[in-house]
């Protein structure tokens, strides 16, 4: 059964940073585009950043400029570096990559206090 763990999620001020990690249950080698989503209360999950096996990646207008997301195929894991964190980036931050299914992580929360 295939699992996604995410982690780094916290209670942080505005302006300050925190750094999500996802890691997977299987091998992300074969696997194309690993995303992060985001979903924050009364709101659709909207993707905020995707990374392909090739290094391309997209960010949401929202944070762009601020977030980074990486991948490290040896360990499984997807990251993301949120720097100058807002209040409206509060939300639960979710991993997820496609193959032959959608797979998603459980979240974790972000909280940015203002």
């Known amino acids: 059964q295939v699992q996604l763990v995410e982690s780094g999620g916290g209670l942080v001020q505005a302006g300050g940073s925190l750094r999500l990690s996802c890691a997977a249950s299987l091998s992300i080698f074969s696997i194309n585009a690993m995303n992060w989503y985001r979903q924050a209360p009364g709101k659709q999950r909207e993707l905020v950043a995707s990374?392909?096996?090739?290094?391309?990646?997209n960010y949401a207008d929202s944070v762009k400029g601020r977030f980074t997301i990486s991948r490290d195929n040896a360990k499984n894991t997807v990251y993301l570096q949120m720097n100058s964190l807002k209040p409206e980036d509060t939300a639960v931050y979710y991993c997820n990559f496609y193959y032959g299914y959608d797979y998603w992580g459980p979240g974790t929360q972000v909280t940015v206090s203002s």
């Open positions: 990374v392909t096996n090739g290094g391309t990646t």
